[in-house]
């Protein structure tokens, strides 16, 4: 074996190392966007609530929250309930999701 092969050789390592780091990298920005969708939806939710978001022909979960939300002090307490129970069910799929895949990646890691 001659100074050419050695070299070939620890190029061809440095190139396996780099695509190594790829897919750590890639399989990282996945987990970390499915994760930012989460936060997405529940602040979508939180602006419609506040009046910030979407506007009241279109539907969205806070707006029906904030419509509902008079209704609490005369018992109709599913109004409110059910649709947050929606958002957050959203969020939580959202964020197991996410754990999932953390999960997997730290399997084949």
Same mark, same amino acid.
């Given at each position: 074996?001659?100074?050419?092969?050695?070299?070939?050789?620890?190029?061809?390592?440095?190139?396996?190392?780099?695509?190594?780091?790829?897919? %750590? /990298?890639? =399989?990282?920005?996945? $987990?970390?966007?499915?994760?930012?969708?989460?936060?997405? !939806?529940? *602040?979508? &939710?939180?602006?419609?609530?506040?009046?910030?978001?979407?506007?009241?022909?279109?539907?969205?979960?806070?707006?029906? %929250? /904030?419509? =509902?939300?008079?209704? $609490?002090?005369?018992?109709?307490?599913?109004?409110?309930? !059910?649709? *947050?129970? &929606?958002?957050?069910?959203?969020?939580?799929?959202?964020?197991?999701?996410?754990?999932?895949?953390?999960?997997?990646?730290?399997?084949? =890691?």
């Amino acid at each position: 074996m001659g100074p050419a092969s050695s070299i070939t050789s620890s190029t061809l390592d440095a190139d396996t190392d780099r695509k190594g780091e790829t897919n %750590v /990298a890639s =399989g990282n920005l996945l $987990l970390e966007r499915v994760t930012r969708l989460g936060y997405a !939806f529940f *602040s979508i &939710a939180t602006l419609s609530f506040l009046g910030l978001g979407i506007q009241p022909p279109s539907a969205d979960w806070g707006l029906a %929250v /904030a419509d =509902g939300y008079g209704f $609490l002090t005369g018992g109709k307490w599913w109004v409110v309930v !059910f649709n *947050s129970g &929606a958002i957050v069910s959203l969020v939580m799929a959202t964020n197991l999701i996410a754990q999932g895949i953390g999960a997997f990646e730290n399997v084949d =890691g």
